[in-house]
C-alpha cells in the first residue's frame, strides 16, 4: 500500500519565519503535488513536480516555493510565514494518470 | 481553463436516505474523472474512478458514479447511506497535464442516526 509520509500532523510558528514542510512517499512516484485545504474552498494546488529536480506553478504559489531534490521527497516552503498561510497543508503523490494518494496532512499555524 | 463545480456544500441525510452528490466540470477534451472522501481526522482516499468505457462505475463501500458526457457530470450517489459516510466528498477531474487533479469545492455530509 502506498504511503505517503509527512512530517508534521501540527505545527505551529510565528509570522516571518521560514517553514519547512517535508513529505515523503515510498512508491517510487514521479509525481508529487502540495495543496492547501481552507474550508469552503476545496483542495488548491501550489505546486507540483513530475520529476526530480523539476517543479511547476499550482493555482495558489505566490508565498511558497518548493525543493525536490531526491524523488521520494518533495518540501513545502514558506520564505517568511504569514496569517493568511495558517492552513491544512495536504501531500499527494501519483504515477502518470493514476489516482493520487494523499499524507495525512500539517495543520499549520501562523501566529 | 478547467474548473469542476460541487452543486451542495453541505447535506444533512438521515439514515437509510438515497444520496446524490452533483458534480459537473469543465473541460472540452478527454477527461479521467474521481472521487475522493475525507473521514473526520483522516487523510483523502480515493472512492472510485472513471477513465474509460461503462460510464458507471463502482465504488468503495457502496459509492457509485455516473459519468454524462453530454452533461459533463460525474454524480454520486448511494442508494442508502450509513451514519459511518459522514465525510467530506470531493470530485476531481484530471485532463491534459499529467496526473494534475482540478478539485471541487467539496460537499459536506451529515448523516444523522
Known sequence: DVKVTQSSRYLVKRTGEKVFLECVQDMDHENMFWYRQDPGLGLRLI??????????KGDIPEGYSVSREK???FSLILESASTNQTSMYLCASSFQYQPQH?????RLSIL | AQSVSQHNHHVILSEAASLELGCNYSYGGTVNLFWYVQYPGQHLQLLL??????????GI???????IKSKFSFNLRKPSVQWSDTAEYFCAVNGGSQGNLIFGKGTKLSVKP
Open chain 1, 47 to 56: 505546486y507540483f513536480s513530475y520529476d526530480v529536480k523539476m517543479k511547476e
Open chain 1, 71 to 73: 524523488k521520494e521527497r
Open chain 1, 102 to 106: 494523499f499524507g495525512d496532512g500539517t
Open chain 2, 49 to 58: 474512478k472513471y477513465f474509460s468505457g461503462d460510464p458507471l462505475v463502482k
Open chain 2, 61 to 67: 463501500k457502496g459509492f457509485e458514479a455516473e459519468f
